[in-house]
């Protein structure tokens, strides 16, 4: 069983930075897709950044050039370093994790992430 439990959110100006954290219980970050998504006030649920294996990076269009998503295997944690942060991020932003063998996929319970003046 896999346990993600997320933190580093609040409330922080435009331009702004933040740092999230998501410590992982339970899994080995190279058998792992683990990824950051987020949730706006009525919007659908979206991918910001994963990392597969610990390497592969992907982000969408929207955070490219402004997130980085990274792991610390020693600290077993997966981080999203968010800078230049827009009053669109506004979000609950949740740390996902994906086995790549089993398919079981698990959720953390989100931290809110608020960008405003």
């Not at 580093?8 to 702004?16: T, W």
């Not at 999230?20 to 970050?29: I, R």
């Not at 979206?46 to 592969?56: K, P, W």
Request: proline residues 3%.
């Amino acid at each position: 069983q896999v346990q993600l439990v997320e933190s580093g959110g609040g409330l922080v100006q435009p331009g702004g930075s933040l740092r999230l954290s998501c410590a992982a219980s339970g899994s080995t970050f190279s058998d792992y897709v683990m990824a950051w998504y987020r949730q706006a006030p009525g919007k659908e649920r979206e991918l910001v950044a994963s990392i597969t294996s610990g390497v592969a990076t992907h982000y969408t269009d929207s955070v490219k050039g402004r997130f980085t998503i990274s792991v610390d295997n020693a600290k077993n944690t997966v981080y999203l370093q968010m800078n230049s942060l827009k009053p669109e991020d506004t979000a609950v932003y949740y740390c996902h994790a994906r086995n790549l063998y089993n398919d079981m996929a698990y959720w953390g319970s989100g931290t809110l992430v608020t960008v405003s003046a």
